[in-house]
């Protein structure tokens, strides 16, 4: 069973700041990876899909990057923003989708 | 596009009542979730459907719950008897090729409260 882990669970940075968010899964025979923004309350707003043959796929200030082989995958954000600030969460399709429990991203001013 | 459509938002309903979630997926999309979302279990997938087939309801806790997708535009979750442990958000999202493979966007959700 396909098991999605994502760390740290919350960060806190100033604005301005790059980071990186970080998804592990077990089972590296996935179709595809997706992020995910949560706000509270809210539903689910897609991000970056990154197919199993692509290594990276960018949109604006954020880059996802996947390696298959060692079962992970990164989402940058560049230059970071307050209005940044939501539940980030990494979903690992194999026929079924699996979701981590999302980081906490807080942006302060 | 309106994007994933569900109702009603919010439902708040007594134990034992039947409880009747609703979702209208993108147009021209063939696949369709259903997913729970708690803070005990993070985001769970119940069931999903490819051309209004279902195709894996492994993740359905028990056969209190049920869903059907009659057409390519309408899908139901429903619970009966509802029960406390049953409260959560309910998504549903939606993708555009049978494999799976695609990108999924989901509705806003259903926040559900059982008493």
Redesign the interface.
Known sequence: KQEVTQIPAALSVPEGENLVLNCSFTDSAI??L?W?RQDPG?????LL?I?SSQREQTSGRLNASLDKSSGRSTLYIAASQPGDSATY?C?V?N????????TRLTVKP | DAGVIQSPRHEVTEMGQEVTLRCKPISGHNSLFWYRQTMMRGLELLIYFNNNVPIDDSGMPEDRFSAKMPNASFSTLKIQPSEPRDSAVYFCASSGRSSGSNEQFFGPGTRLTVL
């Open positions: 179709y595809n997706q995910f809210k539903g689910l707003t897609s899909l197919q969460l979903a399709n026929n079924d989708m699996r979701f981590g429990a999302g």
